[in-house]
Nanobody, 121 residues
């Protein structure tokens, strides 16, 4: 029901824009988040946004580089990633929050398939 897209191979310092599109139902009333998982590592919080888009929170390691947004008319959430670093490599997932935005992946449902981001040095 959630499909992340927009990943790819990019050089360090480059940019990508990820999209998370909902199908089959609307997620406009859900807070939502982005997480990522690098090979051999646990899934980690990237950014989250309230259902109105009025409040967002991002992990310290992406602040100033990544921006989360959403367009409820399009049933889509975005993650603009700038100044990418090799350590940003991983599969990026989107999901809906069970209650309010959180950095704990256990507080999220409806995980999408994920999109692979690879940043070369």
């Amino acid at each position: 029901q959630l499909q992340a897209s927009g990943g790819g191979l990019v050089q360090a310092g480059g940019s990508l824009r990820l999209s998370c599109a909902a199908s089959g139902r609307t997620f406009n009333r859900f807070d939502m988040g982005w997480f990522r998982q690098a090979p051999g590592k646990e899934r980690e919080f990237v950014c989250a946004i309230t259902w109105t888009g009025g409040r967002a929170s991002c992990a310290n390691f992406v602040k100033g580089r990544f921006t989360i947004s959403r367009d409820n008319t399009m049933n889509t959430m975005y993650l603009q990633m700038n100044s990418l670093k090799p350590e940003d490599t991983g599969v990026y997932y989107c999901a809906t929050a069970r209650s309010s935005i959180s950095s704990d992946y256990k507080e999220y449902d409806n995980w999408g398939q994920g999109t692979l981001v690879t940043v070369s040095s």
